[in-house]
Nanobody
Framework: QVQLVESGGGLVQAGGSLRLSCAAS????????IGWFRQAPGKEREFVAT????????YYADSVKGRFTISRDNRKNTVYLQMNSLKPEDTADYYC?????????????????WGQGTQVTVSS
């Protein structure tokens, strides 16, 4: 079983940048597809981005495409979410999740392991 810990959240002004990290322990992260999701106050959790185990395939929600970049460093057992041109509507708790299934998935049900989340607040 893999344990996931997110970090890198914080308060940033609109237009700014943050880089979130998802560090794994327990098992090597290279065996898993990794996804980022977010949940804004009063809203359901939504898909943000995902990356396959090799890093060869990525997929983004339309709302973040062109602004966010997901990447991974399997040697460091870490996946990153670089967030640029942040908007107030990006304010949410951000979660990383791991899936044993190959491919890219937007649906939460395909992910078996979840981190506790890191908070991102974008001020206008």
């Amino acid at each position: 079983q893999v344990q996931l810990v997110e970090s890198g959240g914080g308060l940033v002004q609109a237009g700014g940048s943050l880089r979130l990290s998802c560090a794994a322990s327990g098992r090597t992260l290279s065996s898993y597809t990794i996804g980022w999701f977010r949940q804004a106050p009063g809203k359901e959790r939504e898909f943000v981005a995902t990356i396959t185990w090799s890093g060869g395939t990525t997929y983004y929600a339309d709302s973040v495409k062109g602004r966010f970049t997901i990447s991974r460093d399997n040697r460091k057992n870490t996946v990153y979410l670089q967030m640029n041109s942040l908007k107030p509507e990006d304010t949410a708790d951000y979660y990383c999740a791991a899936s044993v299934h190959s491919g890219v998935y937007q649906t939460e049900n395909f992910y078996q392991y979840w981190g506790q989340g890191t908070q991102v607040t974008v001020s206008s």
